[in-house]
């Protein structure tokens, strides 16, 4: 089942922070999150897991509660790059590692 | 430079032809995959593929299939019994274990 991801869409000013939710009915071996510009492939922010191990990019912020099974994605000091759209993909089996991705978030941040 | 190619990055098909899609990674990858995705949605799973010569449905394979003959390669034939095929094809692949999946560039098919 698709995690579910909110808002659907946000705007902020240059400098303004931003907060982007992932939510799961079922229990969560890990959350991936991703940027997507339009027409290109999907981008490698971070990684989730069980247990509290993080993996990504130093400057992206993130955490995921095991308890609720959701995660957010802490967007501080935007810039214009950061527009896009964010997935979360939702891992519930530790042995095929597969992905099933939210709907998305689009981001605009406008100068 | 290390990477996943999909080639051609348009494609253009009429009804009733069946139509492959190449995906090649030299990142010595074990894992692969191909998403599909529509105007304004997410990425959703056609198939994937953990090792050479095996590979398992995703959500959507219905139209669909695979073949993984070599590690380096994962190639998608969209067959004439996919209801919608004209969508934005991605192909994707991963080390192993809990790390990041790596995406090509895509494919947009467009079926007429």
């Known amino acids: 089942q698709q995690p579910v991801q909110s808002p659907q869409a946000v705007i902020l000013r240059e400098g303004e922070d931003a907060v982007i939710n992932c939510s799961s009915s079922?229990?969560?071996?890990?959350v991936h999150w991703y940027r997507q510009k339009h027409g290109e492939a999907p981008v490698f922010l971070m990684i989730l897991l069980k247990g509290g191990e993080q993996k990504g990019h130093e400057k992206i912020s993130a955490s995921f509660n095991e308890k609720k099974q959701q995660s957010s994605l802490y967007l501080t000091a935007s810039q214009l790059s950061y527009s896009g759209t964010y997935f979360c993909g939702t891992v519930t089996s530790g042995s095929a590692r597969q992905l099933t991705f939210g709907s998305g978030t689009q981001l605009t941040v406008l100068p | 430079d290390g990477g996943i190619t999909q080639s051609p990055k348009y494609l253009f098909r009429k009804e009733g032809q069946n139509v492959t899609l190449s995906c090649e990674q030299n990142?010595?990858?074990?894992?692969m995959y191909w998403y599909r995705q529509d105007p304004g949605q997410g990425l959703r799973l056609i198939y994937y593929?953990?090792?050479?010569?095996?590979?398992q449905k995703g959500d959507i394979a219905e139209g669909y299939s695979v073949s993984r003959e070599k590690k380096e390669s994962f190639p998608l034939t969209v067959t004439s019994a996919q209801k919608n095929p004209t969508a934005f094809y991605l192909c994707?692949?991963?080390?192993?274990?809990?790390?990041?999946?790596?995406f090509g560039p895509g494919t947009r098919l467009t079926v007429t």
């Open positions: 593929s953990q090792i050479v010569n095996d590979f």
């Open positions: 079922k229990a969560l071996y890990s």
């Open positions: 990142l010595n990858h074990d894992a």
């Open positions: 994707a692949s991963r080390v192993g274990g809990d790390y990041e999946q790596y």
